[in-house]
Nanobody, 122 residues
Framework: QVQLVESGGGLVQAGGSLRLSCAAS????????MGWFRQAPGKEREFVTA????????YYADSVKGRFTISRDNAKNTVYLQMNSLKPEDTAVYYC???????????????WGQGTQVTVSS
């Protein structure tokens, strides 16, 4: 069992930066791949980025490639999402999730956080 709690969301102007954190409970955190997803109002939840259990492999959606960076600290049971050059279209609730293996498919993720709101103003 893994419990996930996101933090770091907020309101930022276009072009600004935010760093999201996802703190996990449970001693098995380091055995899971971790992902970030987002859901804008009226839209389906979509994949943003994911990182392997070791941190050695990452995967990004084309829409965030070059602007967002995922990282993890297994000693702290935490995964991060550094978001730079934010755009109004990045506005969404951001969720972290845990999966047995690196994947961009929502259905592969077993555990989910409650989400944190990110709002980018133009």
């Amino acid at each position: 069992q893994v419990q996930l709690v996101e933090s770091g969301g907020g309101l930022v102007q276009a072009g600004g930066s935010l760093r999201l954190s996802c703190a996990a409970s449970g001693r098995t955190f380091s055995s899971y791949a971790m992902g970030w997803f987002r859901q804008a109002p009226g839209k389906e939840r979509e994949f943003v980025t994911a990182i392997s259990w070791s941190g050695g492999s990452t995967y990004y959606a084309d829409s965030v490639k070059g602007r967002f960076t995922i990282s993890r600290d297994n000693a702290k049971n935490t995964v991060y999402l550094q978001m730079n050059s934010l755009k109004p279209e990045d506005t969404a609730v951001y969720y972290c999730a845990a999966a047995p293996a690196l994947s961009n498919r929502l259905s592969e993720y077993k555990y989910w956080g409650q989400g944190t709101q990110v709002t980018v103003s133009s």
